[in-house]
């Protein structure tokens, strides 16, 4: 990786619920960003540059509301940017603003991802097809459901590894006081004998729809250094990428999509990972419906192909596993879409500042953030570390 | 240290109300043309970054159908902003900033003729108190307008003027879709449509796209004979709500001015996005243009305007007489929002 070297040393998050009816929209992106400016011990006069990031503007109803929000985010006088790259925005989001700092262009910026999902309804803003035409399926659900299908026929996965992907997760979310879903009486049974929505997604292995923000202070090398003898320990980057591919073509593996692999490649080859099974000490993935986690967990190169259920299965994949994934929850437990991308990276920043509280992993010195979008298809992943790179 | 960046090739497309072509048929044959035009293969272009609105489309996603207009296999590195694609540009010269790529590939496309757009655009607003009035953006700018007259900075000749003279240099543009030889006289003795505002000095709807490549240093020689070289580019934005802004200056366009070195002046071209034309007057008083620089050669936005496009064609249509040698030295602005909320400046030079 290139340029200046970048850390995070603030993150907020609101408390994600299925709606803040006490807030505006301005209200919720705020508190996000006050408690990640405060965490930097930093004002809005410090920072140079606002990056901002959610999901389409039909989630809201509100067309490229940065615009509205640019004096609730201090960004009055200064540069705004505007990122939206489907599921994965939240993780391009704070990518683009890595890349102000790395571009020595700015010290110190602040980037926001929102999602009010109560002011619409995200599964009907999803469905919508072009004008004129039929969307043949409901919501993201529907949409992945053959996805899943199809990798649970290639790898021969059992049923009950969807349930246990969810139980984790939800039982995750219990130490952690943001999430959405603070299930105390799941059990396996209860999950398993929940609705079933899109075959062969049940009700519990499928993400709420949140009210949510989250935000992170990123800034160079000297505002890492500086924050770190302050007692605030920084997480610096140590690799970013994203990649895109188109959402149809004939032959396109939508279970293991390419780009994915390559983003992951890209990202780790950064990072100067080489086993990133035992390399990674925490990974914060982007899990929507339960499957996705072994499916990721393959395409992402931490499980051999048509192996990731059998780390589930076997455990790998808990708090207490060789490689954690998702202690915060997951999106699974919180689903402010626009935010969903960038919790990921924040989550994977607390683990390695130590700041995760009950959800902490002991020791975690390298984390991943993942993100992805649209038909599988857009991906957004960071590395970081405790140590600067 | 900044690397030097130069814009090495622009291809755009417009129309009015286009009832054949969907987006991605805008997007394939201006992506086509400037990958051509820039002699590199499409995947040795190291980023690809858009500019567009759903709201355009009526549909969220908007720009995921528009990647399969401008390729995406094998996986590119690719990213979209929410904003005229000149913000895309923007991404994609901090992107070659970082030293990870040395070009990008950089594409707005909207069909502002599928909605009501001036109504629609009001949804801009503050979505609590703004947007529930329905005041349309040209009802917004009809308010600027009017401060500006009623301040003495300005009269409605001087919009006239603007109006005019943009109509003509429309003529000469083979993509301006309004266009009409005509004098300030002549538009004045028309009605006032939108107190103070006369049609003319309102942008047309317009379908289209624009698609630019800019490349880093030694990789831009290679590939162009005279790159357009981006000498200094920023973007600032001012508050929402209309009450607290002096709507008869743009300070965000000073200050992005200012910060892009483009106050020194010496520009022989300027294109402004103004999409009215009291826009121009008061893009104009901020940058500090004076009568030495031509104003909007191309017609500007009063002559065409497909948006989430336009501000990047300001920016290839500076970059395209830059490198044909036609001038040494322009600048190029984008805006958007209402009343002229956010802006970006562009210093562009020859070598």
Redesign the interface.
């Known amino acids: 990786?290139?340029?200046v070297r970048t850390a995070v040393i603030g993150v907020g998050q609101t408390r994600h619920v299925s709606a803040r009816h006490d807030v505006?929209?301005a209200g919720l992106v705020r508190e996000a960003a006050v408690e990640a400016l405060e965490d930097a011990g930093m004002d809005f006069d410090d920072i140079d540059a606002v990056v901002v990031g959610k999901?389409?503007?039909?989630?809201?109803?509100?067309?490229?509301?940065e615009?509205?929000?640019?004096?609730a985010l201090g960004?009055?006088?200064?540069?705004?940017?505007?990122?939206?790259?489907?599921g994965s925005v939240g993780g391009?989001t704070a990518?683009?603003a890595a890349?102000?700092v790395?571009?020595?262009?700015h010290k110190r910026v602040l980037t926001v991802a929102f999602e009010k999902q109560s002011?619409s309804n995200a599964t009907w803003?999803?469905t919508?097809?072009?004008?004129h035409s039929t969307s043949l399926v409901v919501g993201a659900g529907g949409y992945f459901a053959p996805h899943i299908r199809s990798y649970m026929s290639r790898s021969g996965a059992p049923d009950h590894i969807g349930v246990l992907v969810a139980l984790k997760d939800r039982l995750n979310a219990l130490k952690n006081p943001y999430a959405h879903l603070h299930e105390e009486h799941i059990t396996f049974d209860s999950v398993k004998d929940s609705m079933m929505l899109w075959d062969p997604v049940r009700y519990s292995e499928t993400c709420p729809s949140s009210d949510g923000a989250c935000a992170m202070v990123l800034t160079n090398e000297a505002g890492g250094d500086a924050a770190a003898a302050a007692g605030r320990p920084p997480a610096w980057v140590k690799g970013t990428?994203?990649?895109?591919?188109?959402?149809m073509?004939a032959g396109r593996d939508q279970v293991n999509?390419?780009?994915g692999q390559?983003?992951a490649a890209d990202v780790f080859q950064q990072a100067g990972i080489t086993d990133p099974l035992h390399e990674i000490d925490a990974v914060e993935m982007y899990v929507p419906f339960s499957w996705f986690e072994p499916m990721w967990l393959e395409n992402l190169g931490f499980a051999p192909i048509g192996d990731g259920w059998k780390f589930v299965e076997d455990g790998v994949t808990q708090m207490t596993g060789e490689l954690p994934v998702n202690c915060s929850g997951g999106v699974l437990s919180s689903n402010p879409i626009g935010a969903s991308g960038m919790l990921r990276f924040a989550e994977a920043a607390m683990q390695v500042r130590g700041t995760a509280g009950e959800h902490q992993v002991d020791g975690a010195r390298t984390a991943l953030g993942h993100a992805y979008g649209?038909?599988s298809?857009?991906f957004a992943m960071w590395v970081v570390g405790a140590d600067k790179p | 240290?900044?690397r030097d960046v130069g814009v090495i090739a622009f291809a755009q497309e417009t129309a009015e109300k286009d009832r054949e072509r969907?987006e991605v048929e805008f997007i394939i044959p201006v992506v086509q043309e400037a990958v051509r035009q820039s002699g590199m293969g499409r995947h040795d272009i190291g980023f690809?970054i858009s500019g567009s609105?759903?709201?355009l489309?009526?549909?969220?996603?908007t720009?995921?159908?528009g990647?399969?207009g401008a390729g995406?296999?094998?996986?590119?590195?690719?990213?979209?902003?929410?904003?005229d694609a000149a913000?895309a540009l923007?991404?994609a010269w901090?992107?070659i900033?970082?030293?990870?790529v040395d070009s990008a590939l950089i594409y707005g496309f909207g069909k502002s003729s599928?909605t009501d757009v001036h109504q629609?655009?009001t949804?801009?607003?503050?979505?609590?108190t703004v947007?529930p009035l329905w005041p349309s953006l040209i009802h917004l700018a009809g308010l600027q307008a009017s401060t500006l007259l009623e301040s003495g900075k300005a009269d409605e000749r001087d919009l006239a003027e603007v109006a005019a003279r943009s109509l003509r240099d429309a003529t000469g543009n083979p993509h301006a879709i309004r266009k009409e030889d005509v004098d300030a006289d002549t538009l004045l003795a028309r009605p006032v449509t939108h107190a103070p505002l006369r049609d003319a000095d309102i942008f047309p709807v317009t379908d289209g796209a624009c698609a630019i490549v800019i490349a880093a240093d030694d990789v831009a020689r290679e590939h162009c004979e005279r790159p357009a070289w981006i000498r200094g580019i920023?973007?600032?934005?001012?508050?929402?709500?209309i009450g607290v802004r002096d709507l008869t200056e743009s300070?965000?366009t000073r200050?992005a001015g200012e910060e892009a070195g483009a106050l020194q002046g010496g520009f022989e071209v300027a294109e402004l996005h103004a999409q009215f034309s009291p826009d121009e007057l008061i893009v104009r008083e901020a940058l500090g243009l004076n009568g030495d620089t031509r104003i909007n050669p191309s017609g500007g936005a009063l002559g065409a305007n497909p948006l989430m496009a336009a501000g990047l064609i300001r920016i290839g249509e500076v970059a395209s007489r830059i490198s044909s040698g036609e001038i040494g030295r322009g600048l190029a602005h984008a805006s958007?929002?209402?009343c002229l909320?956010?802006n970006l400046v562009c210093v562009l030079e020859g070598e």
């Open positions: 990786m290139g340029g505006s929209i999901a389409p503007d039909t989630f809201e109803g509100v067309i490229m509301p615009l509205y929000l640019a004096d960004a009055v006088g200064k540069p705004l940017l505007r990122v939206h790259t489907a391009s990518i683009v890349k102000l790395m571009s020595g262009i002011e803003a999803l919508v097809g072009g004008p990428a994203f990649r895109s591919e188109p959402t073509f999509p390419q780009g390559d983003c649209g038909g298809q857009f | 240290m900044t969907n690809t609105c759903d709201y489309s009526g549909g969220p996603f720009f995921v159908q990647l399969d995406a296999w094998p996986p590119v590195r690719e990213s979209h902003v929410e904003m913000w923007y991404e901090v992107a900033q970082t030293g990870e599928l629609v655009f949804m801009q607003s503050d979505p609590y947007t920023d973007h600032r934005i001012d508050a929402p709500h300070a965000s200050r958007q929002g209402p909320q956010q």
